[in-house]
């Protein structure tokens, strides 16, 4: 079984409309991150939390909200999807104290705002 | 603000050659540096991580070096094979945001029978 796992892996949503994208990891890290992937742009991150209470924005947080509900689970949603937030959306996790910060990705979210 | 550069944006081979990707960053405080593999539609695969402190990382055909000082990284790919073609990113992590990622562009490479 996949490390991280999310779920759904596509999704095709209309203007508007709520969308819950979810993460789960079973590598027992600490850190998780949500990232969004535009053809040109690389990946640039959205959000990211070092624990279970820590929540921070990242670069492109306008239009995201995420829960941590538990060291496991990390959630992105979309609260009133608009068409430029099509794009593919990773999850990544990392454990500082013994990894030395090395992320590992999902398998991706290819989400379309119609 | 960090910056990552990757040059060539799009590289095409015959299988056999060795070839080197390069990386570049603008702020040279950085904690580590990490490659990553990238297939079509598919998520990330962790290739390298070099610590601010080493000079390089091997594993198997892939030689990843970095020179912080001078804001550059590159790795290295011996006798590419068409199994190798894919894109390839680089990514740091600064000193003063620990666990941030920030990523490159990245470089397509195409190897052909």
């Known amino acids: 079984d996949a490390d991280v796992t999310q779920t759904p892996r596509n999704r095709i949503t209309k203007t508007g409309k709520r969308i819950m994208l979810e993460c789960s990891q079973t590598?027992?890290?600490?850190?998780m991150y949500w990232y969004r992937q535009d053809p040109g742009l690389g990946l640039r991150l959205i959000y990211y939390?070092?624990?279970?209470?820590?929540?921070n924005k990242g670069e492109i947080s306008d239009g995201y909200s995420v829960s941590r509900q538990a060291q496991a689970k990390f959630s992105l949603s979309l609260e009133s999807a608009i068409p430029n937030q099509t794009a593919l959306y990773f999850c990544?996790?990392?454990?500082?104290?013994?990894?030395?910060?090395?992320?590992?990705f999902g398998p991706g979210t290819r989400l379309t705002v119609t | 603000k960090q910056e990552v550069t990757q040059i060539p944006a799009a590289l095409s081979v015959p299988e056999g050659e060795n070839l080197v990707l390069n990386c570049s960053f603008t702020?040279?405080?950085?904690?580590?540096l990490q490659w990553f593999r990238q297939d079509p539609g598919k998520g990330l695969t962790s290739l390298l991580l070099i610590q601010s402190s080493q000079r390089e990382q091997t594993s198997g055909r892939l030689n990843a070096s970095l020179d912080k000082s001078s804001g550059r990284s590159t790795l290295y790919i011996a006798a590419s094979q068409p199994g190798d073609s894919a894109t390839y990113l680089c990514a740091v992590i600064r000193g003063s945001t620990l666990g941030r990622l920030y990523f490159g562009r990245g470089t397509q490479l195409t190897v052909w029978p």
């Open positions: 702020d040279s405080a950085i904690y580590n």
């Open positions: 939390s070092f624990d279970v209470k820590d929540i």
């Open positions: 990544a996790t990392s454990d500082w104290g013994t990894s030395l910060g090395e992320q590992y």
């Open positions: 590598k027992g890290h600490d850190r």
